[in-house]
Protein backbone atom coordinates (compact mmCIF):
# COMPACT_ATOMS: atom_id res chain seq x y z
CA UNK A 1 0.00 0.00 0.00
CA UNK A 2 1.71 3.37 -1.19
CA UNK A 3 2.63 5.74 1.57
CA UNK A 4 3.32 8.31 -0.72
CA UNK A 5 -0.72 8.79 -2.23
CA UNK A 6 -3.08 10.96 -0.39
CA UNK A 7 -5.88 8.96 1.15
CA UNK A 8 -9.78 9.28 -0.13
CA UNK A 9 -10.80 7.05 1.96
CA UNK A 10 -10.44 5.43 5.83
CA UNK A 11 -8.84 1.96 5.62
CA UNK A 12 -10.93 -1.07 7.22
CA UNK A 13 -8.47 -3.39 9.22
CA UNK A 14 -9.65 -6.70 10.27
CA UNK A 15 -8.45 -6.74 13.71
CA UNK A 16 -9.09 -11.12 13.46
CA UNK A 17 -5.23 -11.25 11.93
CA UNK A 18 -3.96 -10.43 14.54
CA UNK A 19 -5.06 -13.57 15.94
CA UNK A 20 -2.77 -16.26 13.27
CA UNK A 21 0.62 -16.30 12.97
CA UNK A 22 0.20 -16.36 8.67
CA UNK A 23 -1.50 -12.82 9.12
CA UNK A 24 -0.54 -11.12 11.88
CA UNK A 25 2.33 -9.18 9.78
CA UNK A 26 -0.17 -7.79 7.60
CA UNK A 27 -2.41 -6.23 9.71
CA UNK A 28 0.96 -4.81 11.20
CA UNK A 29 2.31 -3.13 7.78
CA UNK A 30 -1.94 -2.26 7.24
CA UNK A 31 -1.72 -0.49 10.99
CA UNK A 32 1.87 1.44 10.03
CA UNK A 33 0.44 2.46 7.14
CA UNK A 34 -2.76 3.83 8.94
CA UNK A 35 -0.89 5.56 11.31
CA UNK A 36 1.65 7.52 9.20
CA UNK A 37 -0.48 8.30 6.29
CA UNK A 38 -4.03 8.63 7.62
CA UNK A 39 -4.37 9.07 11.00
CA UNK A 40 -7.95 7.18 11.00
CA UNK A 41 -8.88 3.76 10.60
CA UNK A 42 -12.10 1.55 10.99
CA UNK A 43 -11.22 -1.49 13.09
CA UNK A 44 -13.41 -4.54 12.41
CA UNK A 45 -13.95 -7.91 14.18
CA UNK A 46 -12.85 -6.20 17.47
CA UNK A 47 -13.21 -7.83 20.53
CA UNK A 48 -15.99 -5.99 22.22
CA UNK A 49 -18.84 -8.26 21.84
CA UNK A 50 -21.29 -7.76 19.47
CA UNK A 51 -24.18 -8.03 22.05
CA UNK A 52 -22.77 -5.59 24.66
CA UNK A 53 -22.40 -3.05 21.94
CA UNK A 54 -26.25 -3.80 20.54
CA UNK A 55 -27.77 -3.28 24.32
CA UNK A 56 -25.67 0.27 24.36
CA UNK A 57 -27.14 1.51 21.78
CA UNK A 58 -30.67 0.62 22.41
CA UNK A 59 -30.17 2.51 26.04
CA UNK A 60 -28.99 5.57 23.88
CA UNK A 61 -32.58 7.41 22.87
CA UNK A 62 -33.98 6.80 26.55
CA UNK A 63 -31.03 8.40 28.21
CA UNK A 64 -31.39 11.78 26.36
CA UNK A 65 -35.47 11.34 26.36
CA UNK A 66 -34.50 11.62 30.19
CA UNK A 67 -36.88 14.30 31.99
CA UNK A 68 -34.67 17.67 31.83
CA UNK A 69 -34.75 18.56 35.15
CA UNK A 70 -33.48 14.95 35.14
CA UNK A 71 -30.43 15.49 32.97
CA UNK A 72 -30.03 18.45 34.85
CA UNK A 73 -29.45 17.02 37.89
CA UNK A 74 -26.17 15.40 36.78
CA UNK A 75 -25.03 18.09 34.99
CA UNK A 76 -21.02 18.66 34.51
CA UNK A 77 -20.74 21.96 36.38
CA UNK A 78 -21.53 19.86 39.72
CA UNK A 79 -18.80 17.53 38.69
CA UNK A 80 -14.58 18.76 39.20
CA UNK A 81 -13.85 15.62 36.82
CA UNK A 82 -15.53 17.63 33.94
CA UNK A 83 -18.34 14.21 33.89
CA UNK A 84 -22.23 14.69 33.51
CA UNK A 85 -24.40 16.16 31.45
CA UNK A 86 -23.85 19.12 28.95
CA UNK A 87 -26.84 20.89 27.31
CA UNK A 88 -27.40 21.36 23.76
CA UNK A 89 -25.82 23.81 22.09
CA UNK A 90 -23.08 24.89 25.06
CA UNK A 91 -19.93 24.56 23.47
CA UNK A 92 -18.16 26.15 20.88
CA UNK A 93 -15.78 25.55 18.28
CA UNK A 94 -14.03 28.16 15.94
CA UNK A 95 -16.31 30.90 17.14
CA UNK A 96 -19.30 28.93 15.87
CA UNK A 97 -21.64 26.69 17.79
CA UNK A 98 -21.53 22.77 17.98
CA UNK A 99 -25.13 21.66 17.89
CA UNK A 100 -25.35 18.61 20.10
CA UNK A 101 -26.09 17.33 23.71
CA UNK A 102 -24.03 15.13 25.85
CA UNK A 103 -23.05 13.01 28.76
CA UNK A 104 -19.90 12.67 29.78
CA UNK A 105 -18.44 8.96 31.24
CA UNK A 106 -15.78 7.33 32.07
CA UNK A 107 -14.13 4.05 33.21
CA UNK A 108 -14.38 3.40 37.59
CA UNK A 109 -11.73 5.95 39.72
CA UNK A 110 -10.66 7.25 43.01
CA UNK A 111 -9.61 10.09 42.60
CA UNK A 112 -5.78 10.78 43.82
CA UNK A 113 -5.89 14.13 44.66
CA UNK A 114 -4.77 15.31 47.90
CA UNK A 115 -4.06 18.65 49.45
CA UNK A 116 -0.59 19.50 47.71
CA UNK A 117 -0.79 17.45 44.70
CA UNK A 118 -0.91 19.33 41.26
CA UNK A 119 -4.82 20.40 40.47
CA UNK A 120 -4.79 18.37 37.32
CA UNK A 121 -4.52 14.87 39.72
CA UNK A 122 -8.40 16.04 40.11
CA UNK A 123 -9.57 16.01 36.76
CA UNK A 124 -10.08 11.69 37.37
CA UNK A 125 -13.01 10.82 39.52
CA UNK A 126 -16.03 9.15 39.71
CA UNK A 127 -19.11 9.76 37.48
CA UNK A 128 -22.46 11.17 37.98
CA UNK A 129 -25.29 8.54 36.48
CA UNK A 130 -28.54 8.96 35.75
CA UNK A 131 -31.12 7.78 38.88
CA UNK A 132 -31.28 3.91 38.17
CA UNK A 133 -34.74 3.61 38.51
CA UNK A 134 -35.48 5.85 35.02
CA UNK A 135 -33.27 3.79 33.07
CA UNK A 136 -32.34 0.41 34.23
CA UNK A 137 -29.57 -1.37 33.52
CA UNK A 138 -27.95 1.43 31.54
CA UNK A 139 -25.20 1.80 34.57
CA UNK A 140 -23.78 -1.78 34.10
CA UNK A 141 -23.89 -1.73 30.44
CA UNK A 142 -22.23 1.12 29.98
CA UNK A 143 -19.94 0.17 32.36
CA UNK A 144 -19.16 -3.82 31.33
CA UNK A 145 -18.51 -1.48 28.24
CA UNK A 146 -16.18 0.67 28.78
CA UNK A 147 -14.03 -1.50 30.65
CA UNK A 148 -13.80 -3.80 27.70
CA UNK A 149 -13.69 -0.94 25.37
CA UNK A 150 -10.32 0.10 27.74
CA UNK A 151 -8.78 -3.88 27.68
CA UNK A 152 -9.10 -3.38 23.78
CA UNK A 153 -7.42 0.20 23.92
CA UNK A 154 -4.08 -1.49 26.09
CA UNK A 155 -4.28 -4.16 23.51
CA UNK A 156 -4.09 -2.05 20.63
CA UNK A 157 -1.71 0.44 22.14
CA UNK A 158 0.38 -2.63 22.14
CA UNK A 159 0.42 -3.60 18.49
CA UNK A 160 0.92 0.83 17.49
CA UNK A 161 3.90 0.15 19.43
CA UNK A 162 5.15 -2.65 17.40
CA UNK A 163 4.06 -0.89 13.92
CA UNK A 164 6.36 2.05 14.55
CA UNK A 165 9.64 -0.26 15.21
CA UNK A 166 9.28 0.05 18.77
CA UNK A 167 8.38 -3.72 19.69
CA UNK A 168 5.24 -4.44 22.01
CA UNK A 169 6.06 -2.63 25.04
CA UNK A 170 7.68 0.87 23.60
CA UNK A 171 5.10 2.67 24.82
CA UNK A 172 3.85 1.30 28.15
CA UNK A 173 6.22 3.54 29.99
CA UNK A 174 3.03 6.28 29.19
CA UNK A 175 0.46 4.27 31.22
CA UNK A 176 0.61 4.18 35.01
CA UNK A 177 -1.16 1.25 36.89
CA UNK A 178 -4.40 0.67 36.08
CA UNK A 179 -5.51 2.36 39.61
CA UNK A 180 -4.01 4.85 38.86
CA UNK A 181 -5.39 5.24 35.17
CA UNK A 182 -8.79 6.57 33.75
CA UNK A 183 -10.07 6.80 30.05
CA UNK A 184 -13.19 8.91 29.41
CA UNK A 185 -16.10 8.71 27.22
CA UNK A 186 -19.23 10.52 25.86
CA UNK A 187 -22.34 9.44 24.89
CA UNK A 188 -23.88 12.31 21.74
CA UNK A 189 -27.08 13.36 20.29
CA UNK A 190 -26.15 15.53 16.89
CA UNK A 191 -29.87 16.42 16.60
CA UNK A 192 -31.76 18.25 13.43
CA UNK A 193 -30.37 21.51 13.14
CA UNK A 194 -33.13 24.07 12.60
CA UNK A 195 -33.79 26.00 9.33
CA UNK A 196 -31.28 28.36 8.58
CA UNK A 197 -28.74 27.11 11.43
CA UNK A 198 -25.10 25.64 9.86
CA UNK A 199 -24.50 22.37 9.83
CA UNK A 200 -21.35 22.05 12.60
CA UNK A 201 -22.02 19.02 14.94
CA UNK A 202 -18.56 19.81 16.11
CA UNK A 203 -15.75 22.01 14.56
CA UNK A 204 -12.86 21.04 13.49
CA UNK A 205 -10.52 19.22 16.49
CA UNK A 206 -8.00 17.30 17.25
CA UNK A 207 -8.06 14.44 20.22
CA UNK A 208 -5.46 14.85 22.82
CA UNK A 209 -4.15 11.45 23.99
CA UNK A 210 -2.76 8.46 21.66
CA UNK A 211 -6.48 7.24 20.38
CA UNK A 212 -9.92 7.17 19.99
CA UNK A 213 -12.28 4.30 19.91
CA UNK A 214 -15.49 5.87 18.18
CA UNK A 215 -19.07 3.94 17.72
CA UNK A 216 -20.97 4.99 15.25
CA UNK A 217 -23.96 4.74 17.12
CA UNK A 218 -26.75 5.43 13.93
CA UNK A 219 -26.71 5.12 10.38
CA UNK A 220 -26.18 8.44 9.66
CA UNK A 221 -23.36 10.33 7.91
CA UNK A 222 -21.28 13.21 9.34
CA UNK A 223 -18.01 12.21 10.40
CA UNK A 224 -15.32 13.75 8.70
CA UNK A 225 -11.47 13.94 8.50
CA UNK A 226 -9.32 16.00 6.62
CA UNK A 227 -6.77 14.58 4.48
CA UNK A 228 -3.04 15.42 3.52
CA UNK A 229 -4.19 17.91 0.99
CA UNK A 230 -6.90 19.39 3.24
CA UNK A 231 -9.73 17.62 1.63
CA UNK A 232 -12.33 16.85 3.86
CA UNK A 233 -13.27 12.60 3.31
CA UNK A 234 -16.74 10.93 5.03
CA UNK A 235 -16.10 8.13 6.99
CA UNK A 236 -19.69 6.87 7.40
CA UNK A 237 -20.81 3.86 9.79
CA UNK A 238 -19.91 0.76 9.29
CA UNK A 239 -21.41 -1.83 11.14
CA UNK A 240 -19.36 -3.85 13.62
CA UNK A 241 -16.25 -2.11 13.57
CA UNK A 242 -14.73 1.36 15.78
CA UNK A 243 -13.50 4.31 13.87
CA UNK A 244 -10.26 4.55 15.35
CA UNK A 245 -7.72 8.02 15.30
CA UNK A 246 -4.93 9.01 16.24
CA UNK A 247 -4.25 11.66 19.01
CA UNK A 248 -2.05 14.66 19.20
CA UNK A 249 -0.18 12.73 22.52
CA UNK A 250 1.05 10.47 19.67
CA UNK A 251 1.59 12.78 17.19
CA UNK A 252 3.82 14.81 19.50
CA UNK A 253 6.21 11.80 21.01
CA UNK A 254 6.60 10.56 17.85
CA UNK A 255 7.89 13.32 16.35
CA UNK A 256 4.95 13.87 13.92
CA UNK A 257 5.42 10.05 13.15
CA UNK A 258 1.74 8.93 13.62
CA UNK A 259 -0.45 11.04 12.63
CA UNK A 260 -3.12 13.19 14.35
CA UNK A 261 -6.14 13.88 11.89
CA UNK A 262 -8.33 16.80 11.94
CA UNK A 263 -11.48 15.45 12.42
CA UNK A 264 -15.63 17.23 12.46
CA UNK A 265 -19.06 16.06 12.50
CA UNK A 266 -21.50 17.54 10.70
CA UNK A 267 -25.50 18.09 11.95
CA UNK A 268 -27.66 14.97 10.86
CA UNK A 269 -29.81 15.17 7.48
CA UNK A 270 -33.01 13.23 7.54
CA UNK A 271 -35.85 12.87 10.66
CA UNK A 272 -33.97 11.34 13.13
CA UNK A 273 -30.69 12.54 15.48
CA UNK A 274 -27.15 11.24 14.72
CA UNK A 275 -25.62 9.34 18.48
CA UNK A 276 -22.39 8.37 18.62
CA UNK A 277 -19.95 7.29 21.40
CA UNK A 278 -16.31 7.89 21.74
CA UNK A 279 -14.18 6.27 24.14
CA UNK A 280 -10.84 8.55 24.39
CA UNK A 281 -7.99 6.73 25.67
CA UNK A 282 -5.39 8.65 28.38
CA UNK A 283 -2.03 8.19 29.41
CA UNK A 284 -0.59 8.92 32.29
CA UNK A 285 -1.20 12.53 34.11
CA UNK A 286 1.88 12.69 34.94
CA UNK A 287 3.77 12.11 31.86
CA UNK A 288 6.00 14.75 29.85
CA UNK A 289 6.17 14.01 26.65
CA UNK A 290 9.31 16.17 26.19
CA UNK A 291 11.40 13.98 28.32
CA UNK A 292 10.74 10.92 26.39
CA UNK A 293 12.73 10.25 23.26
CA UNK A 294 11.78 7.24 21.14
CA UNK A 295 14.03 5.77 18.76
CA UNK A 296 12.76 4.34 15.33
CA UNK A 297 13.98 2.12 12.71
CA UNK A 298 15.50 3.95 9.85
CA UNK A 299 12.83 2.11 7.75
CA UNK A 300 10.02 3.37 9.58
CA UNK A 301 10.76 6.77 9.71
CA UNK A 302 11.66 6.04 5.43
CA UNK A 303 8.06 6.13 5.73
CA UNK A 304 7.01 9.19 7.33
CA UNK A 305 9.79 10.93 4.91
CA UNK A 306 7.53 9.75 1.76
CA UNK A 307 4.34 11.22 2.82
CA UNK A 308 6.02 14.59 2.87
CA UNK A 309 4.64 17.87 4.22
CA UNK A 310 1.55 18.08 5.66
CA UNK A 311 -1.01 20.30 4.06
CA UNK A 312 -2.40 23.25 6.97
CA UNK A 313 -5.86 21.51 8.78
CA UNK A 314 -8.55 23.23 10.50
CA UNK A 315 -7.37 22.25 13.78
CA UNK A 316 -5.34 23.64 16.37
CA UNK A 317 -6.45 22.59 19.74
CA UNK A 318 -3.56 20.46 22.31
CA UNK A 319 -0.66 22.52 21.30
CA UNK A 320 0.69 22.94 25.20
CA UNK A 321 2.45 19.41 24.99
CA UNK A 322 5.73 21.08 24.29
CA UNK A 323 5.41 22.40 27.97
CA UNK A 324 3.45 20.79 30.17
CA UNK A 325 2.78 17.31 31.59
CA UNK A 326 0.16 15.75 30.15
CA UNK A 327 -2.72 16.07 32.64
CA UNK A 328 -2.47 19.58 32.72
CA UNK A 329 -2.56 19.96 29.01
CA UNK A 330 -6.15 17.65 29.82
CA UNK A 331 -7.61 20.71 32.24
CA UNK A 332 -6.33 23.39 29.82
CA UNK A 333 -8.58 21.55 27.04
CA UNK A 334 -11.52 21.03 29.31
CA UNK A 335 -11.48 24.29 30.84
CA UNK A 336 -11.59 25.59 27.76
CA UNK A 337 -14.41 23.53 26.65
CA UNK A 338 -16.57 24.01 29.92
CA UNK A 339 -15.37 27.22 31.62
CA UNK A 340 -18.51 26.94 33.54
CA UNK A 341 -17.18 23.89 35.11
CA UNK A 342 -13.79 25.62 35.80
CA UNK A 343 -14.65 28.97 36.94
CA UNK A 344 -16.24 26.88 39.94
CA UNK A 345 -14.31 24.21 40.35
CA UNK A 346 -10.33 25.75 39.04
CA UNK A 347 -10.55 29.48 39.53
CA UNK A 348 -7.45 30.60 39.40
CA UNK A 349 -6.54 28.75 36.01
CA UNK A 350 -9.71 29.41 34.53
CA UNK A 351 -8.75 33.27 35.57
CA UNK A 352 -5.54 32.84 33.71
CA UNK A 353 -7.43 31.68 30.51
CA UNK A 354 -10.40 33.82 30.56
CA UNK A 355 -9.16 36.61 32.35
CA UNK A 356 -11.88 39.03 30.67
CA UNK A 357 -14.41 35.97 31.48
CA UNK A 358 -16.39 33.96 28.97
CA UNK A 359 -19.53 34.45 27.13
CA UNK A 360 -21.53 31.96 28.51
CA UNK A 361 -20.43 28.65 25.98
CA UNK A 362 -17.49 26.68 26.03
CA UNK A 363 -14.73 27.83 23.27
CA UNK A 364 -12.30 25.17 22.45
CA UNK A 365 -9.83 27.22 20.38
Not at 122 to 151: D, M
Not at 303 to 328: H, M, Q, Y
Amino acid sequence: MPSTTDFSSVPVLDYSLVCSPETRQRFIDQLRHALINVGFLYLSNHSVPNHLVDSLIDYIPGLFALPQEEKDKIKMANSEHFLGYSKLGAELTKGAVDYREQFDFATKHECRWKVGDPDYYRIWGPCQWPEESLIPGFRATYEEYLEKVQNLSYDFSSLISEALGLGPGGLAKFYDEDRLMQHRSKIVKYPIPPPGANDQGVGPHYDAGFSTFLLQASDHRGLQVQNLSGEWIDAPPISGTFVINFGKALEFVTNGLARATSHRVLSPKGDTPRYSVPFFQNISLTTRLTEEVLEFPPEVLKLRDARGTVGSTDSVNFSEFNKEPSGKVNLIGRIKSHPDVGEIHYPELFKSIFPNGFSGKGNAY
